[in-house]
């Protein structure tokens, strides 16, 4: 079964490789010289239960019990609603995104808004949202980062973090939150409003030379695994995913939302979500953008799979994930880890147990025992429109000649001499 494997080789002065799973001694992280920080084989653990498909994946040297990763927003805003996703049972937690000041940050309500196409809950296929990033106090937030390690020392806890455009900035909010001994590091690159305005999120996104210089700044200082979030708002996302790669990034995360005006109220004639009579464009997520989430992630995976495939890199798929069989579109694509959000606003932190259900149902129907025996398989059936084209015109020519009948007297059969004759009868 064809399968991506990246296969990381950045080992500089180093005669073995160095695990940074979450047994890692996180005291000892801060001795690393940050060139020696490496990215392990991205691999599925070989013990493979007898009934049931093993949905546990290794990523950048971080082993989880299953691809299932709450992805950064409100479902990681605290100690509360993260520790309850490592109790349902989540593969990863990746906290709300924080930054140095979050005095800065002020949200508005109401701040999301969604998209139906009727009037029960379920009819609900889109769902945009003008909330920032997280507004509580950093050393909060790294509190409760540090608790959760200290409870769960063997479940996996991404920081998502976005600074603004300062060197000193980024190496001091790095510094600190990998003290409190976060396993890896999300980089916001993608948060399309609201922070952009201060050259934070989106605007490093969608800037590769900006890009650049900043993933240099935090791979120099990084001393864990770095993941890059990329934004869908641009017009080939494959750009940034290289920059980032290039300059030090472990993984890819994609996509974050797609920039979007919800809709405006026919009544009032003022768009939503209204406040104060006014609104801003938003990011839009849910069910809907599944379709663009796996073009994007498509696209990465066959750019790190031509370009990179010596690297142990690894890619994240986000967008539009409600149910296990979502997630294995994701996976066939190349995706090594599946973050859900809005699905877990929509259904609450329970889901992952549906979710894992039904991607063993899919594995079993296709004889799959671990994720890595099909992540991937689906890229070697994307090709162009002109070699469409092309396979088309040979089919259509094969078929010709098959309904012509034998070519010569050498390819009669004798089991399927009846239907070879009739082949070759005109009325």
Not at 182 to 207: K, T, W, Y
Not at 210 to 232: D, F, Q, S
Not at 255 to 273: A, F, Q, R
Not at 368 to 389: A, K, M, N
Request: hydrophobic share 35%; charged share 25%; proline share 4%.
């Amino acid at each position: 079964m064809a399968s991506m494997s990246f296969a990381l080789t950045r080992i500089s002065g180093l005669a073995s490789k160095t695990s940074l799973s979450a047994d890692f001694d996180h005291s000892s992280r801060r001795s690393f010289l940050p060139p020696n920080r490496v990215g392990l084989k991205i691999s599925s653990s070989s013990t493979n239960a007898e009934s049931e498909p093993d949905l546990s994946v290794t990523v950048n040297g971080l082993k989880m019990p299953n691809p299932f990763v709450i992805g950064s927003g409100p479902p990681g805003t605290n100690y509360t609603v993260m520790k309850r996703a490592f109790d349902e049972g989540w593969g990863g937690v990746i906290a709300k995104t924080v930054s140095l000041d979050a005095s800065k940050v002020i949200n508005v309500t109401p701040r999301y808004a969604r998209l139906r196409t009727g009037s029960a809950k379920t009819d609900v296929i889109g769902w945009q949202n003008i909330e920032l990033i997280s507004d509580r106090p950093l050393e909060t937030m790294l509190k409760e980062f540090k608790q959760l390690k200290q409870e769960y020392p063997d479940r996996i806890l991404i920081a998502s973090i976005m600074e603004e455009y300062s060197k000193t900035g980024w190496e001091e909010l790095i510094d600190r939150v990998e003290q409190t001994g976060v396993d890896a590091l999300e980089i916001n690159f993608s948060c399309p409003h609201g922070m952009p305005e201060r050259r934070m999120g989106a605007a490093v996104g969608q800037d590769c030379v900006l890009l650049e210089e900043v993933c240099g700044w935090v791979n120099a200082k990084a001393t864990v695994p770095v993941w890059a979030k990329m934004t869908p708002n641009i017009t080939d996302i494959t750009e940034p995913a290289r920059v980032s790669l290039k300059s030090g990034c472990e993984g890819i995360a994609a996509i974050n939302t797609i920039m979007s005006v919800m809709g405006i109220d026919l009544k009032t004639l003022h768009p939503e979500p209204c406040v104060e009579g006014y609104s801003t464009p938003g990011g839009y997520s849910y069910k809907a953008v599944r379709p663009i989430a796996l073009a994007k992630v498509m696209n990465i995976a066959k750019m790190m799979k031509d370009e990179f495939s010596e690297k142990d890199y690894s890619l994240s798929g986000i967008g539009g994930v409600e149910t296990g069989y979502d997630a294995a579109e994701f996976i066939l694509l190349g995706s090594n880890t599946v973050q859900v959000c809005t699905g877990v606003m929509v259904h609450g932190y329970g889901h992952v147990k549906t979710l894992c259900a039904e991607l063993q149902d899919f594995m079993k129907q296709h004889n799959f025992s671990t994720i890595e025996d099909f992540r991937g398989h689906s890229l070697q059936y994307f090709t162009t429109h002109t070699d469409l084209v092309r396979r088309q015109k040979e089919a259509t020519e094969q078929r010709k000649a098959e309904r012509r009948g034998l070519k010569s007297d050498k390819d009669w059969t004798g089991d399927g001499f009846v239907k070879e004759t009739e082949s070759m009868v005109s009325n």
